[in-house]
């Protein structure tokens, strides 16, 4: 437990930090706004439509699909850190055998399902 | 408990000094390489040979206007460059720059804290870190940074994949989260046990460094906030310190990618006489840090920007399968060898 507590200090002091640099641009900087400072910038040309129109799905199907291997990897995390420890140790032989295989087969699986979204054109043109 | 509290605060409070100062001058050695490598002097006007360029820039930062424009929404507008200085920060605590030293008859390890997950730590907060491109991206009610924004975090999560799974094969040799004892485990044996000499994960040392330039946003994949693209993608609307914040960011994950890859595969603070001397292993540390960094800074300077389309087809087509099978293979090494 203890060793998580540096994780809180410098969280607290990463926040005292940022804090103190938003502030201090704050009041050092001189203000001398006009509307056209404050438009937002479109090369210089009068902004045309709004920001918060529908952007394009395309963003939405890699997040689904990073999402789905997110969840791989974390499976795959603990399995990889106990490995050499099963396979050094001394339980019955074939269980080693399965413990590799059982993995293999996740993995063989995901890699298929990576082949399908490939095949369906979810990583294609406009990426 | 008090004086284990003023060791952590003090390592953290020197930790951060000398990270703030090394992006700072990383700004410069970046100038300066960039120019070596164009045939031409850098910046060496302000001190001698430069050397005080970063602070006349730091200078003339903060007295930048704080421009915020009337429709974002402040207070997400605000918070996104903070959110990504605090994710990149955090993350520098549970990296060993030595073994241990004896200072007064008290024991100190090198490192700030040791997690035995640390692995996992470092994932989670590089994934939090998108999260202040993205808000950044959107809070500027501006549709150039939105689509900066958005193609910015769709590149960093596709290569998050590749960045994790090629950590997944080093713990398959290591067998352990904790990076102290990765660090540790690679000692001896003149070199020739670091994690890049061991066979399979040669490799993978290549895949981990693409995919951590891609991470950081760096060298031939920095489309979304590049200069003569959409703008200057998600940091458009931001001036003087937001600005300045993102930036110190974006140096900040570069040293920390560059540390978790120098821990991981080259060995971390070993090198010959460190157990005799282990101030030495902050040095040896941090020439190897050092190496990357100028690494990534020689690829950007050589290779041209790759085109969205063909950065995403690279990172799902060509690195994610590569991570996968590498995987696969150093298990089935790591099997017939016992």
């Given at each position: 437990?203890?060793?998580?507590?540096p994780?809180?200090?410098?969280?607290?002091?990463s926040?005292?930090?940022?804090?103190?640099?938003?502030?201090?641009?704050?009041?050092?900087?001189?203000?001398?706004?006009?509307?056209?400072?404050?438009?937002?910038?479109?090369?210089?040309?009068?902004?045309?439509?709004n920001?918060?129109e529908?952007?394009?799905?395309?963003?939405?199907m890699?997040?689904?699909?990073?999402?789905?291997?997110?969840?791989?990897?974390v499976?795959?995390?603990?399995?990889?850190?106990?490995?050499r420890?099963?396979?050094k140790?001394?339980?019955?032989?074939?269980?080693?055998?399965?413990?590799?295989?059982?993995?293999?087969?996740?993995?063989?699986?995901?890699?298929?399902?990576?082949?399908?979204?490939?095949?369906k054109?979810i990583?294609?043109?406009n990426? | 408990?008090?004086?284990?509290?003023?060791?952590?605060t003090?390592?953290?409070?020197?930790?951060?000094?000398?990270?703030?100062?090394?992006?700072?001058?990383?700004?410069?050695?970046?100038?300066?390489?960039?120019?070596?490598?164009?045939?031409?002097?850098?910046?060496d006007?302000?001190?001698?040979w430069?050397?005080?360029?970063?602070?006349a820039?730091?200078?003339?930062?903060?007295?930048k206007?704080?421009?915020?424009?009337?429709?974002a929404?402040?207070?997400v507008y605000?918070?996104?460059p903070a959110?990504?200085?605090?994710?990149a920060?955090?993350?520098?605590?549970?990296?060993?720059?030595?073994?241990?030293?004896?200072?007064?008859?008290?024991?100190?390890?090198?490192?700030?804290?040791?997690?035995?997950?640390?692995v996992?730590?470092?994932?989670?907060?590089?994934?939090?870190?998108?999260?202040?491109?993205?808000?950044?991206?959107?809070?500027?009610?501006?549709?150039?940074?939105?689509?900066?924004?958005?193609?910015?975090?769709?590149?960093?999560?596709?290569?998050?994949?590749?960045?994790?799974?090629?950590?997944?094969?080093v713990?398959?040799?290591?067998?352990?989260?904790?990076?102290?004892?990765?660090?540790?485990?690679?000692?001896?044996?003149?070199?020739l046990?670091?994690n890049?000499?061991?066979?399979?994960?040669?490799?993978?040392?290549?895949?981990?460094?693409?995919?951590?330039?891609?991470?950081?946003?760096?060298?031939?994949f920095?489309?979304?906030?590049?200069?003569?693209?959409?703008?200057?993608?998600?940091?458009?609307?931001?001036?003087?310190?937001?600005?300045?914040?993102?930036?110190?960011?974006?140096?900040?994950?570069?040293?920390?990618?560059?540390?978790?890859?120098?821990?991981?595969?080259?060995?971390?603070?070993n090198g010959?006489?460190?157990?005799?001397?282990?101030?030495?292993?902050?040095?040896?540390?941090?020439?190897?840090?050092?190496?990357?960094?100028?690494?990534?800074?020689?690829?950007?300077?050589?290779?041209?920007?790759?085109?969205?389309?063909?950065?995403?087809?690279?990172?799902?087509?060509?690195?994610?399968?590569i991570?996968?099978?590498?995987i696969?293979?150093?298990?089935?090494?790591?099997?017939?060898?016992?």
């Amino acid at each position: 437990m203890s060793n998580y507590l540096p994780v809180l200090l410098v969280f607290v002091i990463s926040i005292l930090v940022a804090g103190a640099i938003l502030i201090l641009s704050r009041f050092v900087g001189k203000g001398r706004p006009n509307p056209d400072k404050l438009a937002p910038y479109e090369c210089g040309v009068e902004p045309v439509g709004n920001a918060r129109e529908r952007q394009s799905v395309k963003f939405y199907m890699v997040a689904m699909v990073f999402l789905l291997f997110d969840i791989e990897a974390v499976f795959l995390l603990p399995w990889a850190v106990v490995f050499r420890g099963v396979l050094k140790s001394d339980v019955y032989s074939p269980l080693k055998y399965i413990f590799y295989g059982e993995m293999m087969v996740f993995v063989v699986v995901l890699f298929v399902g990576l082949i399908y979204v490939w095949r369906k054109g979810i990583l294609e043109w406009n990426r | 408990m008090t004086a284990l509290l003023l060791e952590w605060t003090i390592k953290i409070a020197v930790l951060l000094g000398v990270l703030m100062t090394a992006v700072a001058y990383l700004t410069l050695l970046e100038r300066k390489f960039m120019s070596w490598i164009q045939l031409r002097v850098g910046p060496d006007r302000v001190g001698y040979w430069g050397l005080l360029q970063p602070v006349a820039d730091g200078i003339k930062m903060i007295f930048k206007e704080d421009i915020i424009p009337l429709e974002a929404n402040r207070a997400v507008y605000l918070a996104a460059p903070a959110i990504a200085l605090i994710a990149a920060l955090m993350s520098m605590i549970v990296i060993p720059y030595g073994s241990q030293v004896n200072v007064f008859g008290r024991v100190i390890d090198l490192h700030v804290t040791r997690m035995n997950v640390g692995v996992l730590y470092v994932l989670a907060l590089t994934s939090l870190g998108v999260y202040g491109f993205v808000l950044a991206g959107w809070a500027s009610n501006n549709k150039y940074s939105l689509l900066g924004g958005l193609r910015s975090s769709a590149q960093m999560i596709s290569y998050e994949l590749a960045f994790g799974l090629s950590m997944v094969s080093v713990l398959l040799y290591t067998g352990t989260l904790d990076l102290a004892s990765i660090a540790e485990g690679q000692s001896g044996w003149y070199g020739l046990k670091w994690n890049t000499v061991q066979f399979p994960l040669m490799f993978v040392f290549v895949v981990f460094y693409i995919a951590a330039l891609a991470e950081t946003n760096r060298t031939p994949f920095d489309l979304p906030e590049a200069d003569s693209e959409l703008v200057a993608g998600y940091h458009t609307e931001y001036s003087s310190m937001k600005f300045v914040m993102f930036q110190v960011a974006e140096y900040l994950n570069l040293i920390t990618s560059s540390s978790i890859a120098t821990t991981l595969f080259l060995g971390g603070w070993n090198g010959p006489f460190v157990d005799r001397f282990p101030l030495l292993g902050l040095v040896y540390f941090g020439v190897k840090v050092l190496a990357l960094i100028l690494l990534a800074m020689w690829i950007r300077y050589t290779v041209p920007r790759f085109r969205y389309d063909q950065l995403m087809r690279f990172g799902w087509k060509v690195l994610l399968p590569i991570a996968i099978i590498n995987i696969v293979i150093t298990a089935t090494i790591l099997l017939l060898r016992s």
